[in-house]
Each structure stands twice: as C-alpha cells, then as structure tokens.
C-alpha cells in the first residue's frame, strides 16, 4: 500500500502551505528505519506513524510537527540505526527538539498509580514537553494507538485505556481539544467496560436513530428566528458523547430519560447583550423546564466559564439544552481551563489564572493570525511551572519540589529520617554534591548512613523548601537541647551587651523569665533552646528584650524607651561596631559635647545629607535623615517633639571621606527578572570597588520584577549618587533609589 499518497492527500486538503518536500524526506526516512517492522495487527509499521501525521494536520499544526510525527518513534524503536544527532543533520534542529521531547515521555509511566501521583505524572508530562507541540503530537499517536487498541493483548488493553482516562483525555481537555478528548474518553470506556458501553451506546443509537433530524430541525427554527431579528451569529449542535452519558448514569445515578442534555445546541453571538436577547427569544420559541437555567454570565465557575445555559423542550417533547455565549467566553471556555494546570479549582487565585489565560490568549492568537510563512501553530514554550520541578524516586514516583530545590529538600520530602541519615545523593545514577540544585526529570537517590548521623546546621542555608528547614530545625530542637541553650544564651548576651549599659546576671535572668512567661513558656531552658534551635527569631524578640531591658536594669526610666528604629535587631549591635573608631566625631550634636551618636537603620544618612538627631534614653543621639519618614513623622508628634535636635556634619566627616573607612547605605534596584542581572550588579560593584555588605533579592509577585537590595558601605552623597548612576545604566535595571530598610 502506498502509505505515502494517503498521506498527501490528507495535507494538501488541509493547505498546500506545507513543504512536501521536507515531509516527503521524513516519511521516507521513517519508511526505511522501521523497514521490517510490523503493527500488532500485521500492518507495516509506517502505517502508524503515517496515521498520527494526519491527526496532527487535523490539529493544524505545522511542517516540522507532521515530519516529527513522522519520525515520532525511529529514536526509540530504531536506536542501532539512528540517532538525534543524525535527525537534527537531516531535519534540523526543530525537528529534533520535538522528536527528542517525544522520546522522552515514553519514560513516564502512568499505570497503576494513585490518583494523586496521576496530577503529579501530568504536572510532569507538561514540564518534560517544553514545546506545546509535543504534547499535540504525543495526543495524535495516543489517539491513533487507542483506536487500533483491539490488536493487543487483553492485558494491555486495559492498562493503556486507564492510563488514557487519567491522563491522555484530561490533557486534552485542558488543550481545549474537546474532539480528540471525546474520543479517547470513549474509546477508553470501550475497553475498561465493554458491557456498559454497549449498553449506552445502544440507548444512544435507540434514541438518535428514533430523532435523528431532531438537531437539525431544532437548529433550523432556531436560525430562522434570529435571522429575522438580524441577530449575527454561530450556530453548532451535538449529542452528548457515549462516556458522559456513561458517567452521569453511573456516577450520579441517573437514568437515561433524566438526562436532560443529551442534544445540545451552541450559540455564539457577539456581546454580552446579545447573549441575553438570544436567550428571550429561545424561551419565547420553547417551554423551559424549571430549575434548568444557569446565568454564568453573571455568575462565572470557578474557572472563569461564562455562559447562559438553558434547557427547553423541542419536538416531541423531547428537551434539549441551549448554550449562549460571546466569543470571547468561548475562547475562555475552551482554553481556560489551562489555567487549572497549576490552580486546582476552589482555591483558584484570580489574578495568577488571568496570567495563565494570557498565555493561553496568546496559543489562540498565534493559532489564528500571524500568517508569517505559515498559517499554523507556531512553537510555544510551555513555561506554566517555572516555580516548580518534577523528579522521581528510584522507585518512579513522582515528588514536586519548588524550584531551585536541591538533593538535601528531596530527601526531607521523602521522610525526615531519610534527610536526618542522608550522607551523599545520586542523580541519574551518578553521584553528586549534597546541594546539587535538582531539574525536571532526574532520578534522584539518597544515600543514607545506617546510624543517624543528624543533619548539619549549615544545610538550613542550602535548603529551598520550608520543610526541610522545619524538619532539620525539628532534628535541633530534639536532638541538641544543651548546645541550643547555650547557643540561645549567648544570642542573648550579645544582644543586651548591645543595649550599652552593665547588667547583672540576676537581672538578665528576670528579663528572661518575665519574657518568656510573656510568651507562654515557662521554663526559660525552653526559651533559650528555642532561639537556639531557630525556631523562634531573634529579631522578634528584640523589643521585648528592650523593654524588659529597661524596666528591670534602668527603672529610673519614665517610659519605655522610643528610639524610632522600634525594630532595631542585632544588625544594630553589629552595625555599631563596625562603625569605624572616631565615627563619634563625623556628627556634631549642637548644644550637646561628647555625644554618643548613631546611624539610624531606617535611612542611613551619608555625609551631605541633611539630618536631624533624635536623643533616646540611654542610647545616646541617633541620627536620621531630614526626609527620613520616621523624622518626619516624629518631629510632628508632640509629645517627642523636643528630643528632636539639630546636629550637622563635622569637619571630620568631610576631611575624612576620601578614607578607608565609610557609612552603610541601603539601595533599591529594580530590574528584568534575569539570570544576569545579579552577576552583572555584583561586577559593577566589584569594579567601583564598593563593599556590598549584603544583597538580597525577591521576585515581585505582581510583575515579576526582580526587587533587588543591596547593602553598601559608601563615604558621602556624592559617592552614593555615582553609584547610583552607574548602576541605573545596566541594561536589565529599570529603577534604583537610595531606600529604606
Ligand atoms: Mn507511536
């Protein structure tokens, strides 16, 4: 049989805009890799991928997708004859991307999982695919494998038709390709439960046969309406597949006379009015049947369908269910539920699914217009879990972890004993660094000691995910109680050494206990352990700390202390002792000689600003920028109002800014999300020779700029604003400021 002549007819009836000479190599290269190779039912096996190129042209996909199709299983079947390397040489690079990611999902096997592994394995099909394409040709060759199901063994047969309900026919649901879903949902059925499949179908073929004009008709009165109310719009009808017709007889317990929208009739009208007008005249032209009517117009589901439904009852009695919407529901309607990829229903974030459905906006879009050199769809980058990975247990189950996890947050995921014994890790069968960051696809394998050997503490800096550092801070807490009071206590100490005034022992330990009866513990051992351990945050204590500091060792103190940087944490008391010596001297306090000053966290004033001090109790003056939000705030506060004093500049500040020796300084970058962009700040900062004391960055969830702050030590404002305008001309950064922390 000329398998090949089957197949041109099939594309040159959907375009001539496909290059027959490209696909013409491919079937031919195909045709000579599986020479000798036969289907379970004694076809030639060009026969199969010659079958899945057609669907994939149903699909409208392009060129390079028929050839990938072609070639879709030479890499896997043919492997002593080729290679990806001679497909890319032969096809190009395209081609071999795409019959690659196929090679690769042959790996994934579905059978006999639990459910909640299925969601896992689908999750994983998508993040593996990469190109949208792939999944649309993988789809074709499931749909062609489930049609010619019949000649495998019986066993087969029902692994593959429950492997295609849970996972082929829900993708396509969520592609929005509700024909080849339909179809491998009733195939499926057929194999899993051949009786009542027969069953329904004969109910269906009964019924149909019995009223097979019946959507016809329906349709023609319909149109007849609306066209004299010069109403433009497009009309379908269908009749409700064999396996939904199965699942609500089984499933709900219904019975085939309750099944209300076995016919249904679509249409789609151009604005949200019209919807509303098509809808009053359906039910002037028909009887409704009460209770049936659905305004998810006004009410959208979860998942952001909108549409008016609405049963009546047309000839013979016989109801039928109206569909009304606008084309732009529709679109939603068929593609939004993409957006469940990543958002299970009920809990859906809003503003995260209108983000997906843009993406989702775009496959349309670019399905529909761009008629570049081609009119099909063109390659799209599935980046829809770029917040999270894939890898499977040498047993092959499936663990999600967030990205950027690494081998450490894998075996705390598997179990904490497997994280608290671990000792070395494999990926793909290799061995690798413990903090190995872990891709999509890996096999990854812990290596344990047989004695519990505990995780180390400098793991808590490594680990990604929340759960590894509770469970190693768990290991801590339980494990090492007498080094965590210890380490608790000298927390403390330098803490309150920082408060700059001579404590006693016994005074610490009331301020302890008082504070750890504040906060429901009453063994001030548990207290200490706790910071130790890291379950509790030292800076959260901190202001506590600073009251009980001065009720019980400075009782002469009025009220509680109000220097305005409230959360003042132990950066603070490291802050001051890396101000460099003789920093007393850069700010003159007027009025006040031989004052202890500070900088103040909240704005960090640099030589040539303008700045106003504060005198707390006890801590001396602490200086502030003029503009400093806390200033400003705090010099209209009456009650403060006369701690607010004018200080200045001194000489030695000024003399002194060419010096080793400088001022901390906080500022706010904001640029692309790019994997550059901190490597390239940190050059620039490198190259200016600026100490970067510390860096952090986070990605904003709103727009998904990367916010990055830095930390610099800096001798004045002028120093700063150069750096600032250097910094302002890396390519990726759209704004930085001097900010506040
Ligand atoms: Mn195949």
Excluded at 68 to 81: G, W, Y
Excluded at 266 to 272: K, L
Excluded at 381 to 390: T, V
Aim: hydrophobic share 35%.
């Amino acid at each position: 049989m000329d398998y090949y002549s089957d197949l041109y007819e099939s594309l040159i009836n959907i375009s001539s805009q496909y290059n027959f000479d490209k696909i013409k190599k491919a079937y031919d290269y195909a045709h000579e890799m599986h020479e000798g190779q036969y289907r379970k039912s004694g076809e030639e096996y060009i026969s199969h991928p010659v079958a899945v190129a057609k669907i994939v042209a149903q699909l409208e996909l392009d060129t390079d997708s028929v050839c990938a199709a072609l070639l879709h299983d030479t890499l896997e079947d043919c492997k002593d004859k080729t290679n990806g390397e001679t497909i890319k040489k032969l096809f190009g690079e395209e081609v071999s991307e795409l019959v690659d990611g196929l090679t690769k999902l042959v790996d994934i096997h579905f059978e006999n999982r639990e459910e909640e592994s299925v969601e896992n394995l689908r999750k994983m099909f998508l993040a593996m695919s990469k190109d949208i394409r792939v999944i649309f040709i993988k789809l074709a060759d499931r749909l062609h494998n489930m049609r010619t199901l019949s000649a495998q063994p019986d066993e087969k047969q029902r692994s593959i038709a429950l492997e295609t309900m849970h996972v082929y026919a829900p993708l396509a649901h969520r592609l929005g390709i509700q024909k080849i879903k339909g179809e491998l949902e009733n195939l499926s059925l057929k194999y899993l439960d051949p009786i009542g499949y027969d069953e329904v179908k004969n109910d269906v073929e009964h019924r149909y046969g019995e009223n097979r004009d019946f959507l016809e008709n329906a349709q023609k009165q319909i149109s007849e309406k609306l066209d004299s109310e010069k109403i433009k719009y497009s009309m379908s009808g269908r009749v409700k597949s064999i396996f939904s017709i199965y699942k609500k007889m089984y499933n709900q317990g219904k019975s085939f006379d309750e099944i209300y929208d076995f016919y249904a009739i679509r249409i789609i009208v151009d604005t949200e009015l019209e919807c509303y007008t098509v809808l009053g005249i359906i039910h002037e032209m028909f009887n409704l049947i009460p209770g049936r009517f659905k305004d998810y117009i006004s009410t959208p589901k979860p998942n952001l369908y909108r549409s008016l439904h609405t049963t009546v009852i047309g000839r013979h009695g016989i109801p039928f269910e109206v569909q009304i919407r606008t084309w732009e529901m529709h679109t939603v309607a068929e593609y939004g539920v993409a957006a469940h990829w990543k958002y299970k229903s009920g809990d859906a974030d809003k503003e995260n699914i209108a983000e997906k459905l843009k993406w989702i906006r775009t496959l349309v879009e670019t399905e529909k217009g761009d008629a570049d050199n081609d009119e099909f769809l063109k390659p799209l980058k599935i980046d829809i879990f770029e917040d999270e990975i894939f890898v499977f247990t040498p047993k092959g189950d499936v663990i999600s972890l967030q990205s950027g996890a690494t081998a450490i947050d894998f075996a705390f995921a598997i179990h904490s004993e497997v994280g608290n014994r671990m000792i070395g890790a494999k990926v793909n069968g290799m061995i690798v660094p413990i903090d190995t960051v872990l891709q999509t696809g890996q096999i990854v394998e812990v290596i344990t000691s047989s004695t519990p050997k505990g995780p180390s503490k400098d793991w808590l800096k490594i680990v990604r995910t929340s759960e590894a550092k509770n469970k190693i801070r768990q290991w801590y807490k339980r494990e090492k109680r007498t080094e965590n009071i210890a380490e608790g206590k000298s927390m403390i100490e330098r803490e309150l050494k920082g408060f700059g005034k001579a404590y006693t022992e016994q005074q610490r330990d009331e301020i302890i206990s008082n504070i750890s009866a504040r906060i429901g513990m009453s063994d001030p051992d548990d207290f200490y352990n706790s910071l130790g351990y890291g379950g509790m945050s030292l800076s959260k204590i901190v202001p506590k700390l600073r009251d009980e500091f001065i009720r019980v060792v400075m009782p002469e103190g009025d009220d509680k202390l109000s220097d305005i940087s409230g959360n003042m944490s132990v950066t603070y008391q490291d802050n001051s002792k890396k101000q460099p010596h003789g920093i007393n001297q850069a700010v003159i306090v007027d009025g006040i000689d031989n004052c202890q000053i500070r900088f103040a966290r909240c704005c960090n004033p640099l030589p040539g600003d303008k700045i106003i001090g504060f005198v707390t109790r006890g801590f001396g003056v602490s200086v502030h920028k003029q503009d400093c939000p806390n200033a400003i705030a705090g010099t209209s506060d009456e009650s403060e109002k006369d701690r607010w004093v004018s200080v200045h500049w001194s000489q030695y500040s000024i003399n002194h800014s060419n010096s080793e020796s400088g001022f901390e300084t906080i500022l706010q970058i904001y640029a692309k999300n790019s994997l550059t962009v901190i490597a390239e700040l940190s050059n620039l900062l490198n190259d200016l020779k600026v100490q970067v004391n510390t860096l952090n960055s986070k990605v904003i969830k709103t727009n998904k700029m990367l916010q990055i702050t830095i930390n610099i030590t800096c001798k004045n404002t002028t120093h700063v604003n150069t750096i600032l305008q250097r910094i302002r001309k890396l390519e990726d950064v759209s704004d930085v400021t001097r900010g506040f922390s």
